[in-house]
């Protein structure tokens, strides 16, 4: 007959296994909302009142607010190059979208670096450790670094491709694949898709929901323009057609929520909003904030941006620490309970810091861009000289203080 000790021992390796596999089961849901093409100010919780957002708003008011919260990149392909591996940009070779050499080439004074325009799959990418840790991962929307998101670690894919935008919201899409639903205009689509596929998934499941919207063509929700067209606006916004889009926008949002509280999921899911580099300036201004899309001042990497987590985040709160989508992928793999080296990362783990264990982070935020983006108008713009968005150069925050360094005359 064995003795007590070893029945002792027994019991142990039991209640650790039961424990571990009951942990297991409390890993969070992970909804990542990456909007494209929004603006810092572009949400009523930012500021705008222009722009409605009361979904989002609601929603941001059950987490934390971060009102230094940045892009790592200023324009769409890198940006999401930056969120889905948590490296800068010279990891992984993305600078820009196409070909590094924008603009006249006699206005060009320096040889660009060549731009990789394709995600390399030898990259550790935030669904790939998601899946392999045994979380159910979907892509819905913009996907925009390789031509299937399948490759990297997405069990599903709603409508991702190469491309960067739709060449139309309304069908047929053409350059975006997509299945046809109940709904007609695109950002509807993905997000009827997307709540189709959680309700018939196990958990926990990683949904990266991105839509192309708010991203060009500018093609407005007909029955919302009337009440925009009347509304008067500040800071520079008052575009009506663009509004009825980030509206639409919001209540999708609001049908996600609400069909995670249906399901019972919402308390037991960590959400991330954020957007992928600044407004689009001439559609959109950030006043006070400079420039957009494309620029490094902060009305081109400046975003809205925070993180809800029921019993884990304490609702309405707010922080003043600068973060970037780099931050992303750290803060959900410690979440998720996924172990990987810091080395792993140019990007923080946030949790001490969303858990209220810590006050601040203490670090300096760069950006490297050593190539050329040519300006969409040259008679209106608020870059550092007509022609182009950003020469290039590079950019260093620190504190209070923020460093621009162009390499062409060595100028700040």
Request: aromatic residues 12%; glycine residues 8%; contains cysteine.
């Amino acid at each position: 007959m064995p003795k007590l000790s070893t029945y002792i021992l027994l019991s142990f390796f039991l209640l650790a296994s039961c424990g571990e596999e009951a942990n297991d089961t409390q890993r969070p849901n992970i909804l990542l909302i990456n909007i494209d093409d929004m603006g810092y100010k572009d949400v009523g919780f930012m500021g705008s009142d222009y722009y409605e957002t009361p979904n989002i708003d609601a929603l941001a008011g059950q987490g934390m607010v971060f009102t230094n919260g940045y892009a790592a990149a200023a324009n769409c392909a890198p940006s999401r190059a930056c969120l889905m591996t948590g490296k800068w940009t010279p990891r992984h070779g993305i600078y820009t979208v196409g070909n590094s050499d924008r603009g006249e080439s006699k206005d060009r004074k320096l040889v660009p670096v060549k731009n990789t325009k394709v995600l390399r799959d030898s990259f550790i990418s935030l669904p790939s450790a998601l899946q392999q840790h045994g979380y159910t991962t979907c892509h819905a929307g913009k996907w925009h670094l390789s031509k299937d998101p399948l490759e990297y670690g997405f069990d599903k894919n709603i409508g991702g491709g190469f491309n960067g935008m739709p060449l139309s919201y309304y069908p047929p899409y053409r350059n975006v694949n997509i299945e046809a639903g109940q709904s007609s205009h695109l950002t509807d689509l993905v997000m009827e898709k997307a709540i189709e596929h959680i309700e018939n998934i196990p958990e926990p499941f990683f949904l990266y929901y991105s839509p192309y919207a708010v991203h060009t063509p500018i093609q407005p929700i007909d029955s919302l323009l009337p009440k925009y067209r009347d509304k008067a606006g500040s800071n520079g916004q008052q575009n009506a057609e663009y509004a009825t889009m980030i509206e639409n926008m919001d209540r999708n949002i609001g049908l996600l929520v609400a069909q995670l509280r249906a399901n019972n999921q919402f308390d037991n899911t960590l959400i991330v909003f954020t957007s992928d580099n600044g407004g689009l300036y001439g559609i959109t201004q950030q006043k006070p904030l400079r420039a957009g899309k494309g620029s490094y001042y902060e009305g081109g990497i400046r975003e809205p941006f925070f993180f809800v987590w029921k019993n884990n985040i304490a609702p309405a709160t707010s922080s003043d620490t600068p973060i970037t989508n780099l931050d992303i992928f750290p803060t959900i793999a410690k979440a998720a309970r996924i172990d990987l080296p810091d080395r792993t990362f140019d990007g923080v783990n946030l949790l001490p810091l969303l858990q209220g264990k810590i006050g601040n982070i203490h670090r300096s935020l760069f950006w490297h861009f050593p190539i050329y983006l040519q300006a969409y108008d040259e008679h209106n713009n608020e870059n550092r000289d007509s022609l182009f968005r950003t020469r290039p150069g590079s950019v260093i925050r620190q504190g209070e203080w923020k460093l621009h360094y162009y390499f062409e005359d060595e100028d700040i």
